[in-house]
């Protein structure tokens, strides 16, 4: 029951950080500075909204996986979409929006007639945060099949 009631608690946090926050960002923005954004050609809106879908998905794994048994098949299968979401929204994060550059962004401003290329190399990070998440994900594999293995009757071989 505790298991149940921390996923929907877990569940409501991620939809406020994710969800809410992203939705109302737009309006705490001064109408300068988005004028400032939009020029530079960072599609704001576009961003949110990535972010917004990846917090809805993340939000109902986190719900299901605290319904389901930890050591059925479902169970591995949330947690290892939850792993993958995670990758997806820090390569969104560090893409500036952009899933398909990997970590490389490039942002032109023009202030006075001088413009300015600012270009962005973290691809780096994404390489990293791609190992780290392939680990948690054996982590995660690992774990389930312990417990899974350690539920069986005694004397029973796993399968």
Do not use: C
């Not at 960002?25 to 530079?40: F, G, T």
């Not at 949110?48 to 299968?77: C, E, H, K, R, Y």
């Not at 392939?134 to 005694?154: C, D, F, G, T």
């Amino acid at each position: 029951m505790a298991s149940k009631i921390g996923a929907v608690i877990s569940a409501l946090i991620t939809l406020v950080l994710f969800v809410g926050i992203p939705y109302m960002l737009p309006e705490y923005i001064p109408p300068d500075l988005a004028v400032q954004i939009e020029q530079s050609g960072f599609d704001l809106a576009a961003f949110t909204n990535q972010v917004m879908m990846i917090g809805v998905v993340t939000a109902a794994l986190t719900l299901v996986g605290g319904f389901v048994d930890p050591i059925s098949i479902v169970a591995l299968l949330v947690k290892l979409a939850q792993a993958g979401f995670s990758l997806i929204l820090i390569i969104v994060f560090l893409g500036a929006g952009n899933l398909t550059n990997l970590g490389y962004t490039e942002f032109e401003v023009a202030v006075e007639g001088v413009h300015n290329l600012i270009a962005m190399d973290l691809s780096v990070f994404v390489y990293v945060s791609i190992a780290t998440i392939l680990l948690k994900m054996v982590q995660v594999y690992l774990e389930w099949n312990e417990a899974r293995i350690e539920s069986s009757p005694p004397g029973r071989i796993a399968p």
